[in-house]
């Protein structure tokens, strides 16, 4: 079974992700913290990582930074609420985009495509 | 012995005497006077003087006298003649001095000084021509041509001056009123001929201006110092060359001959034209550098057109920034939750636990789908502050934003007139800015005006500029109107309020664009998206 970690500061969107996803069917762990993440990462192995980039007083491309260095066999979907970040550099190394919203009929294509995409190669 | 004149014949009527005409009595009580006006000339004094004895010292002196009164006065003739015409001329100097110190305008100098070289009232010249030093002093460029091109166009102009009879002054207005650009065009291929490199040393333009001194050439056609090329298009055999100088600068040259008449051009005309070319030069350079002043100043005063503009733009956009900031971080604020509120609806929906409460999730659903479309309005105000540009062609762009809003629009009720100019030039824009742009003016002519039906877009190009115009046919907006759709909102009574014109026109203005609302004549607004025909590069 496919495992997602959701890193985002906030509980309700961790637990609508959470269970939006499990019912996808995928295994599905939360995070609120960067440090919190990479102990969970550090612990298991995920097919994809759902990244927010405002993190109160931290930054999600920070962890995006050591992730794509040191994980690359995993994909990283950036999910936040800031849609001008499409144009920054460092946003450009993660494998997915998606704007947050109430629909997340995107999130799901966006996370399927990659999954699909890893097992393809 | 006989004599006849009357000093020797004291009895005889000097009343009588021959040489003496009407107006001259005077020199009836006046012996000395009548002796050396009328005595020395007179036929009978010579006679008298002739039959004195050989002997007689008195005739020789007599003799020597006469003759030499007589040479003296033909050389006080003469000389008063010179005054005379040398009194002429400083007045013609003059005259023309001061119609040039009051000409502050390059074309009134020039007519002037033209004027005066090929009038008869003047110089007398057939034609001239003026060569002038260009702005990085490499040519001396054919600038003015005066005079007539052929024989009959000689006789006939003469003929018109002859029977106008203007003063100089007056026909030198004339010339500047209604003739200098017509001149101009007409020696336009001498003129073209005429112009050299300043490099060219040895050419006798830049010999006369590098010497600072006139030349007179005689005789061209065999002269090896001029050019062949040069006689050949000036067609004469002697021409003068006048160098123009100001204060050590070299302004340029002047050309005369007498193509028409072939009257030789004398050493004197020579001189006379040296005296005038002087401050005909210093007015030249003064107009010159009055008109590079007014260059300058209406370059100053648009600078600071555009830098008060720029000035007042700074300040909106500061407190359109400002707004956006607020507006941003509100917004940002808002994603979170509103994400969370819609998704936790949709899984409600889905699970089917409140299905006597559907149609109250399908309302939660509904709202938080509009409010997220104001979250996108709201913060495409603070985001990409750079365009992407490209060349696109406009009109494309118009039928593309027309057909997906016709299809997205509920039922297809939406439908649009597109009058796109043929062949509208390709221009740099953002396409996914101006696009926005294009729907932000659309939606909100739709929004107020839902019975408007169709909707005409228009596009049309002129000059550097393309406009992509939205036409609202039903309404008109008083100026307050107009004001408060371009003021992030601030709220009318019968618009609302709203960021989305307002944020168009600050999208525009980074793009380099504006954006302007008009009243259509006889009722309607036109809204009008203005674009720079930006070409590949710029």
């Known amino acids: 079974m496919n495992r997602i970690l959701i890193v985002d500061d906030e509980a309700s969107i961790r637990l609508l992700y959470s269970q939006e996803l499990m019912d996808e069917g995928y295994e599905v762990d939360t995070a609120g913290t960067i440090s919190e993440a ?31 260095k040191e994980r690359n066999d995993m994909a990283v979907i950036l999910s936040t609420a800031f849609s001008c970040y499409k144009d920054d550099f460092s946003a450009w190394l993660a494998d997915g985009y998606v704007v947050k919203s109430s629909d997340m009929k995107e999130l799901k294509d966006e996370i399927k495509r990659l999954i699909e995409r890893k097992r393809a190669r | 012995m006989g004599y006849k004149c009357c000093w020797f014949n004291p009895g005889r009527n000097i009343k009588e005497c021959p040489n003496i005409e009407e107006g001259e009595e005077y020199l009836y009580s006046s012996p000395r006077k009548r002796l050396v006006e009328k005595c020395v000339y007179c036929q009978s004094f010579q006679e008298d003087i002739a039959q004195l004895p050989e002997e ?78 260009d702005r990085d002093r490499k040519y001396l460029v054919g600038h003015l041509g005066v005079g007539p091109r052929n024989y009959e166009e000689a006789w006939r102009i003469w003929d018109e001056v002859d029977r106008s009879n203007f003063s100089l002054t007056e026909l030198s207005r004339e010339f500047y009123k209604t003739k200098i650009s017509s001149e101009r065009a007409k020696f336009q291929d001498i003129l073209e001929k005429l112009t050299i490199s300043r490099d060219l040393k040895e050419h006798i333009f830049n010999r ?10 005689e005789n061209a056609s065999q002269n090896p110092e001029i050019d062949p090329g040069l006689v050949s298009t000036l067609g004469v055999e002697q021409f003068l060359v006048m160098p123009l100088i100001s204060r050590n600068r070299s302004i340029g040259i002047l050309l005369a001959d007498n193509f028409v008449t072939n009257k030789p051009i004398t050493p004197r005309d020579m001189q006379s034209l040296q005296t005038f070319a002087f401050p005909v030069a210093f007015a030249i350079e003064r107009a010159s550098l009055y008109e590079r002043l007014n260059d300058e100043v209406e370059k100053q005063a648009m600078a600071n057109k555009k830098l008060k503009e720029q000035q007042e ?26 994400a969370a509120i819609g998704g936790y609806a949709r899984s409600l929906m889905k699970s089917g636990d409140l299905i006597d409460k559907k149609e109250y999730l399908e309302q939660i659903l509904k709202q938080a789908k509009q409010l ?29 934003v027309a057909a997906d809003m016709e299809e997205r629009s509920i039922e297809h009720k939406l439908k649009f007139v597109l009058k796109l100019e043929a062949d509208l030039p390709q221009t740099r824009l953002d396409y996914k800015q101006i696009a926005y742009c294009l729907k932000t003016v659309i939606s909100h002519v739709t929004i107020n005006q839902p019975e ?18 939205v036409i609202d046919k039903v309404s008109s907006l008083s100026e307050e109107m107009k004001n408060a ?17 307002a944020l168009c026109k600050v999208i525009l203005e980074r793009h380099g664009s504006s954006f302007d609302i008009e009243d259509i004549p006889g009722g309607g607004t036109r809204y009008c998206i203005i674009l720079q025909n930006l070409k590949e590069g710029m």
């Not at chain 1, 298991?44 to 995006?64: A, C, H, M, P, W």
């Not at chain 2, 007599?62 to 005054?83: A, C, N, P, R, V």
């Not at chain 2, 997220?372 to 593309?400: Q, R, T």
């Open chain 1, 38 to 68: 990479l102990g969970l990462l550090s612990e298991k192995s995920y097919s994809v990582t759902l990244l927010d980039i405002k993190l109160k007083n931290e930054s999600g491309l920070d962890l995006l930074q050591k992730l794509v």
């Open chain 2, 56 to 133: 007689s010292p008195l005739k020789k002196i007599i003799s020597i006298l006469s003759d030499e009164y007589k040479e003296q006065k033909g050389h006080l003739q003469s000389l008063s003649t010179f005054l005379t015409s040398k009194s002429m001329e400083i007045k013609f100097l003059h005259e023309l001095s001061l119609v040039l110190q009051t000409s502050m305008e390059l074309d009134e100098v020039l007519s002037v000084a033209m004027t005066a070289i090929t009038s008869g009232k003047g110089f007398g010249m057939n034609r001239a021509f003026l060569l002038m030093t």
């Open chain 2, 208 to 217: 006369s201006l590098n010497d600072r001194r006139p030349i007179l050439v």
């Open chain 2, 313 to 338: 733009l700074i300040v909106r956009m500061e407190n359109m920034a400002v707004v956006g900031r607020i507006t941003s971080s509100i917004a940002h604020s808002i994603r979170n939750p509103l």
């Open chain 2, 372 to 400: 997220d479309e104001v979250l996108e309005e709201v913060l495409s105000y603070s985001d990409s502050v750079h365009p992407v540009m490209d060349s696109w062609d406009l009109n494309h762009l118009a039928a593309s």
């Open chain 2, 452 to 469: 408007a039906g169709s909707i005409a877009i228009e596009t049309c190009s002129s000059g550097e500029r393309i406009w992509l115009c």
């Open chain 2, 485 to 501: 759709l371009m003021t992030p909102f601030m709220e009318t009574a019968t618009l609302g309020q709203g960021v989305g014109l």
